[in-house]
């Protein structure tokens, strides 16, 4: 098993930046990947961008592109979600996930997942 916990959520202004964090512990060799998603109140879950846990490639939504990077840092086993020129349509739970055999957009394809945290950006 893997365990993620989040943290960096908050209140922003539009314009302003805001880092998440993912800790992850359990078994994480076997971590192939991980992703961030977030969740607008009703709305789908939706993905933000991704990462390989091993080369650090990495994936955007296009309506993160350019203003959103994800990044991992090995030793610490935590990834990284640095949020810039946010947007009042960013407001959502984020969620981390981890997947061991995928690396992609799709939310059924990751096999763990943390708690959220809530990011409300005002206008």
């Known amino acids: 098993q893997v365990q993620l916990v989040e943290s960096g959520g908050g209140l922003v202004q539009a314009g302003g930046s805001l880092r998440l964090s993912c800790a992850a512990s359990?078994?994480?060799?076997?971590?192939?990947?991980m992703g961030w998603f977030r969740q607008a109140p009703g709305k789908d879950r939706e993905f933000v961008a991704a990462?390989?846990?091993?080369?650090?490639?990495?994936y955007y939504a296009d309506s993160v592109k350019g203003r959103f990077t994800i990044s991992r840092d090995n030793a610490k086993n935590t990834v990284y979600l640095q949020m810039n020129r946010l947007k009042p349509e960013d407001t959502a739970v984020y969620y981390c996930?981890?997947?061991?055999?995928?690396?992609?957009?799709?939310?059924?394809?990751?096999?763990?997942w943390g708690q959220g945290t809530q990011v409300t950006v005002s206008s």
């Open positions: 996930a981890a997947a061991r055999s995928y690396y992609g957009p799709s939310t059924y394809n990751y096999d763990y």
């Open positions: 359990g078994r994480t060799f076997n971590i192939y990947a």
């Open positions: 990462i390989r846990w091993s080369g650090g490639s990495t």
